[in-house]
């Protein structure tokens, strides 16, 4: 059985940059494979606003969207008056992240799904806005695009450790990407660290495989 991943408009974005990844495919091409990709109708909407020709069409996406089917939770504005301190606006920053918290808690109550994903590079929304309601709820995993990579190297035969550490160093220049010269100094040497602390992981998932 597949599991089912949530992804946010950051993390789509980012695994979309590029289809140098077997055969012209994407990262994002490779995880739709592997995964039931989903999403809200907002994160959607944000994707669209950042569209390139890399990631797929408005109706392939359409069809990744999840539609609230909780019975007795029936509107996302009910979800956030249980979930988070206030409702949030048209244009809000934190809507989509919080949208698919719900999509997928939603999932897993009106239709007990397991296996859920919570998939974002953003994680001042996960230490911020979503720190006290998303990990109330230990069905769900949380991943950044690095997991991912680490997830197809697991799966995916042609997925070698040459491919995902090229993979690492490529999301890990995308994410720096927002970086800028008042970046402190702590922030660049933490992204750093996690550069580093995923090649470690990667090369530990291909030495217990031994390809």
């Known amino acids: 059985m597949k599991h089912t991943c949530y992804i946010d408009a950051c993390s789509y974005i980012n695994l979309s940059q590029d289809d140098c990844y077997i055969n012209g495919k994407t990262l994002l091409n490779l995880l739709s494979n592997e995964v039931n990709l989903k999403f809200s109708n907002e994160v959607n909407r944000e994707i669209a606003r950042h569209h390139n020709s890399f990631m797929p069409d408005s109706h392939e996406r359409a069809s990744k969207v999840y539609k609230l089917s909780n019975k007795k939770i029936k509107t996302y504005v009910d979800y956030e008056q249980r979930l988070f301190v206030k409702v949030s606006n048209t244009g809000d920053s934190d809507r989509g992240e919080k949208y698919n918290l719900i999509a997928c808690l939603d999932d897993y109550l009106a239709n007990q799904r397991v296996g859920l994903i919570y998939l974002t590079d953003d994680s001042k929304a996960i230490n911020g806005i979503l720190n006290d309601s998303i990990f109330s709820f230990p069905i769900i995993q949380i991943w950044n695009s690095f997991d991912v ?55 530990m998932i291909n030495k217990v495989l031994k390809r």
């Open 149 to 203: 990579i680490l997830f197809l190297l697991m799966r995916n035969n042609h997925f070698g450790i040459d491919i995902a550490e090229a993979a690492i160093r490529d999301i890990n220049a995308e994410l720096g990407k927002s970086s800028t010269p008042s970046t402190s100094h702590v922030k660049t040497q933490r992204r750093i660290t996690i550069f580093k602390e995923y090649v470690n992981k990667a090369k």
